[in-house]
């Protein structure tokens, strides 16, 4: 491969990661508190619609990305309610949220503009521009996340609270902190995360908002995470490994390959899912969670 090549494969691969990489810290922040985020993939995907229904509505991005993280937000609120003010199951909450955004987008995004769930298309200021390198100003947030994620969690006293939640919330309700304080906090996080990453897809990368535009993507920065270890300097290298996979797979399409020809486009479009079962195969066992993750908390009396 030609070195130009390379570097815009990385660059590819980089651009392609930054949905990923929210999505896995606000999965890293949810569950260091204890509570399990199956509705990533939904939280970005309603993100993804408002942000784009807002920028073409206003002519801003930055709405755009403020309306991204509102709906994101909302939704976080929602499992929060159900998983933790109700204790109520944290994996059918998940796909509940799921299954809510991928029908909510596509209903009211054909109600408001009759193109089949799809967005009127952006344009100049109803999308985030190139600001340095080639890459938009919601790149270098995600990127900055990483180590502020990374900081707060590790350095912080309430990083420190929050991982205690995680392990051991009786022990945190006993210091006389509030378990569900913490984890509504950690879930709001989760959501702004989640915002920024679905903004990204329709006003960044994208010119608009597509129905099921997130493909998956939710469940890879879960797969991501656990690949990760629950770390956030490793979720970066994961994510960027996820997103070079899926550079790598489109550049792949059409092309022949020295003794097999060209291969069919599904199965090149097929490898990063498929790298994301072989990876996970060799993490599984070995990597832990939260002791408390998933488990509701009540309070004894």
């Given at each position: ?7 815009t494969?990385?660059d ?21 508190s204890?509570?399990?985020?199956i509705?990533?993939?939904?939280k970005m995907?309603?993100?993804a619609?408002?942000a784009a ?5 206003s002519?801003?991005?930055?709405a755009?990305?403020?309306?991204g993280i ?7 609120l ?11 199951n944290?994996?059918v909450?998940?796909?509940?949220i ?5 029908g909510?987008?596509a ?8 193109q089949?769930?799809?967005?009127p298309p952006?344009?100049g ?5 190139d600001v340095?390198?080639?890459?938009s ?8 996340a990483?180590?502020v ?8 006293r ?5 991982r205690?939640?995680?392990e ?8 006389g902190?509030s378990v569900?304080?913490?984890r ?8 702004v ?18 129905p ?7 469940f890879?920065?879960l ?7 629950w770390r956030a300097?490793?979720?970066?290298g994961?994510c960027?490994?996820?997103?070079l996979?899926d ?18 486009v599904?199965a090149?479009?097929?490898l990063p899912?498929?790298?994301t079962v072989i990876l996970?195969a060799g993490?599984i066992?070995?990597?832990?969670p939260?002791?408390a ?9």
């Amino acid at each position: 491969m030609h070195p130009a090549d390379f570097l815009t494969l990385l660059d590819s691969g980089l651009r392609l990661s930054v949905p990923l990489l929210a999505a896995c810290l606000a999965g890293l922040w949810s569950e260091k508190s204890g509570v399990v985020d199956i509705g990533l993939e939904g939280k970005m995907l309603v993100a993804a619609f408002a942000a784009a229904a807002a920028a073409y509505a206003s002519g801003s991005a930055w709405a755009g990305l403020a309306a991204g993280i509102g709906a994101s937000v909302v939704f976080a609120l929602i499992h929060g309610f159900a998983a933790i003010s109700q204790r109520g199951n944290q994996i059918v909450s998940g796909v509940a949220i799921n299954m809510l955004a991928a029908g909510l987008t596509a209903i009211v995004g054909n109600a408001w503009y009759g193109q089949g769930g799809r967005t009127p298309p952006l344009e100049g200021n109803q999308r985030f521009g190139d600001v340095l390198f080639g890459h938009s100003t919601l790149v270098f947030v995600a990127l900055l996340a990483v180590p502020v994620t990374w900081f707060v969690l590790a350095r912080t006293r309430f990083g420190l609270r929050l991982r205690a939640v995680g392990e051991n919330p009786a022990a945190v309700d006993t210091a006389g902190i509030s378990v569900t304080g913490l984890r509504y906090t950690a879930v709001v996080i989760a959501g702004v995360l989640c915002g920024i990453g679905g903004t990204y897809l329709s006003v960044g990368q994208s010119a608009g908002f597509l129905p099921n535009m997130t493909a998956g993507k939710g469940f890879i920065a879960l797969a991501a995470l656990i690949f990760a270890k629950w770390r956030a300097w490793p979720a970066l290298g994961a994510c960027f490994l996820f997103g070079l996979l899926d550079a790598l797979s489109i550049r792949l399409q059409g092309i022949a390959l020295p003794g097999i020809g060209e291969v069919p486009v599904q199965a090149i479009q097929a490898l990063p899912y498929l790298m994301t079962v072989i990876l996970l195969a060799g993490v599984i066992g070995t990597a832990i969670p939260p002791r408390a993750s998933g488990v509701p908390y009540v309070k004894e009396r």
